[in-house]
C-alpha cells in the first residue's frame, strides 16, 4: 500500500503551515552557492503545493521570507527576490489550471516594487479561485502581526468602534493578517531545526509540530505524506483527556 494510499480523506488537516528550512545548508555541502539551494527549493514547492490540492487540503502556508531575512547579503537577497519573480510567473497559468488561489502575509511594501507587482497581479488574477489557498509568508514576523493587531485594536477602542468588553479570541484574530483563514493543524519544519521562528506564533497554539532532518530541496511529496499521515495519528486533546474524546 502507498502512502498516500493510508491516508484516510477525512482526516487530513484544512491547513498545513511549512517552514522550509535548509536550502542554504543544502547547497553548500554540495559545494555551491547558497541560492543554488533556493532554485532547487522551488522543486519541492510545487510538489507540496500539487499534492495538497489533489489531497482536497485547503490551505498551505508557506513561509518564504523572514523580515529577519532582510539581513542576508544583499546578493542572496537579490537573488531570491528575482526567484519568487520568476516562479511566479512560471506558475501562473498552474496556479489558474488548478483552481488555486494566491494570498500573501508579511509586510509587502518592503519587497522590490517588481516582485511586489506579480505578487498582486497573481493574487487578483487567482482571488475567484475555490480550490486550496497558497498563503506565501513573505517579509513576514509573527511579534510584528500581533504588535500591528494591538495597534488597531488600541485606535479602534479610542475612537469608541471597539469596547475592551467585545475582546476575545474571534475579535482578537479578526486584526491579524491571517484573519480568516483557520490556524493550521499541522506545521511542519525541515533542516533538522526545532524552532518555530517567529512564525505564526499566536495562530500554531494547537498546531501538531513536525520536524524532519530532510533539507528543503530533498524534501518531495513522499515525504508529505509521511508528515501527513504522522498527523492522522496523533491524538489531538485539547488540554482535554483522551476518555473525553
Ligand atoms: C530557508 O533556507 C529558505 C529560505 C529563506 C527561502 C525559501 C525559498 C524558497 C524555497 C524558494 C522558492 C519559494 C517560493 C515560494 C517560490 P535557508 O537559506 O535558511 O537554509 P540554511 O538554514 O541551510 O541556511
Known amino acids: 500500500m502507498s502512502l ?3 491516508l484516510i480523506r477525512e482526516k487530513l488537516p484544512r491547513h498545513v503551515a511549512i517552514i522550509m528550512d535548509g536550502n542554504g545548508r543544502w547547497a553548500m555541502r554540495k559545494g555551491a552557492a547558497r541560492i543554488f539551494g533556493h532554485q532547487n527549493g522551488v522543486t519541492p514547492v510545487d510538489e ?3 499534492a495538497s490540492a489533489e489531497l482536497g487540503i485547503d490551505y498551505l502556508t508557506l513561509y518564504a521570507f523572514s523580515t529577519e531575512n532582510w539581513g542576508r547579503p544583499v546578493e542572496e537577497i537579490d537573488a531570491l527576490m528575482g526567484l519568487l519573480v520568476s516562479t511566479i510567473k512560471k506558475e501562473t497559468k498552474k496556479l489558474l489550471d488548478n483552481n488555486i488561489r494566491l494570498l500573501t502575509i508579511g509586510d509587502l511594501t518592503k519587497l522590490p516594487e517588481n516582485t511586489r507587482m506579480e505578487l498582486v497581479q497573481l493574487i487578483e488574477a487567482t ?3 475555490t480550490g486550496l489557498t497558497v498563503v506565501l509568508a513573505l517579509s513576514y514576523s509573527s511579534r510584528y502581526e500581533i504588535i500591528l493587531a494591538a495597534r488597531e485594536i488600541i485606535k479602534d477602542t479610542l475612537e469608541g468602534k471597539l ?4 475582546m476575545n479570541c474571534d475579535t482578537f484574530e479578526r486584526y491579524l493578517q491571517t484573519a480568516g483563514i483557520p490556524d493550521p493543524e499541522l506545521l511542519i519544519r525541515t533542516s533538522g531545526e526545532f524552532r518555530i521562528s517567529n512564525f505564526l506564533l499566536y495562530q500554531l497554539a494547537y498546531t501538531e509540530l513536525y520536524f524532519t532532518s530532510k533539507l528543503w530541496p530533498d524534501f518531495n ?3 508529505y505524506y509521511e508528515a501527513l499521515l504522522d498527523y492522522q495519528n496523533r491524538e489531538r486533546r485539547f488540554g482535554k483527556t483522551s ?3
Open 243 to 245: 476518555e473525553q474524546l
Open 163 to 166: 469596547s475592551p468588553d467585545e
Open 221 to 223: 511529496t513522499e515525504d
Open 127 to 129: 482571488a475567484a479561485n
Open 4 to 6: 498516500k494510499d493510508k
Open 48 to 50: 507540496v503545493v500539487k
